[in-house]
């Protein structure tokens, strides 16, 4: 039996782990894959607080050895049923069955891709989903923004005031966005707009170059030199095992306040799976450290 389960080894998860075991809770985390989330995917990060030019490996394993040190542990293992309904609840992985007074929810939220050639070969090294996180790397450069919703404008003005020049690209006429903000984007000497094409490949060695374009109503192919792709065409959060248990909203994000409590009591989420404006990795240390917080709080109960 734990005081605590923490479903995800990412930002947030680790976090919750710290301060979880710091505040004296028996805490095991249960992750499926790598400890660190997406952030170790992140060549630099350079926008969190008195961090300054570091790797997010690096970020994420100096986080993992800090929770380890406190006492904090990991099973990797994948879950395969939840029982939340009663005060003890059961985690059922493909390995074992553990018991817990409570539970947060850290299992984050993955980009949607575009599916193009080489795009998992030149991830993070041209080839970001965040235009707040990277962009500041792409000073009066060439860049492209992908998408035709709020994301895609928001971060298609954001970077206009960074690059050189932003070539928005979206494979509809007509954009799911604001409409205000998408006739700034019009008004915008830097921005140009691309529509009724994808992207089917992007070119680079060791670093993205180019793009190949497709036309989808003329069928022409032609190439774009560019040095940074903003991928904003979705993020699909990890919360499936959960849609009838908790409450979601209409995108499957876990609804919870900033005290980071759900509907059921004793299970809390942090991170990018649940409800919020702003998914940076300094929002995820803050959802973690308030997650774990309240958590004690309810296990003192």
Known sequence: MYDLIILGAGTAGLTSSIYATRGGASTMI??????????????????????ANVSGF?????????????????????????????????????????????????????HRKLNCENED???GKGISYCATCDGAFYKQKDVVVVGGGNTALDESLFLSKIAKKVFLIHRRDFFRGNKSTLNKIKETKNIEIITDSIIQKAIGTDSLNSIEIKNIKTENISNLDISGLFVSVGIIPESDMFKDILN????????????????????????????????????????????ATNCLEFLLD
């Not at 997406?38 to 630099?44: A, D, L, R, T």
């Not at 759900?262 to 450290?289: E, M, P, W, Y």
């Open 58 to 110: 690096d970020f994420a394993q100096n986080l993992y050895t800090q929770a380890m040190n406190l006492g904090a542990n990991i099973n990797y293992e994948t879950v395969k049923e939840i029982d939340l309904t009663s005060d003890i609840k059961t985690i059922i992985t493909n390995q074992n069955i553990y018991k817990t007074k409570s539970l947060i929810i850290a299992t984050g939220a993955t």
């Open 30 to 51: 249960i992750e499926k894959n790598f400890h660190g989330g997406q952030i170790v995917n992140s060549p630099k990060i350079d926008n969190y607080p008195s961090l």
């Open 121 to 123: 070969k030149l991830d």
């Open 248 to 291: 979601m909203d209409e995108y499957g994000y876990i609804i919870s306040g900033e005290d980071c409590r759900t509907n059921l009591k004793g299970v809390f989420v942090a991170g990018d799976v649940r409800t919020k404006a702003l998914r940076q990795l300094v929002t995820a240390t803050s959802d973690g450290a308030v997650a």
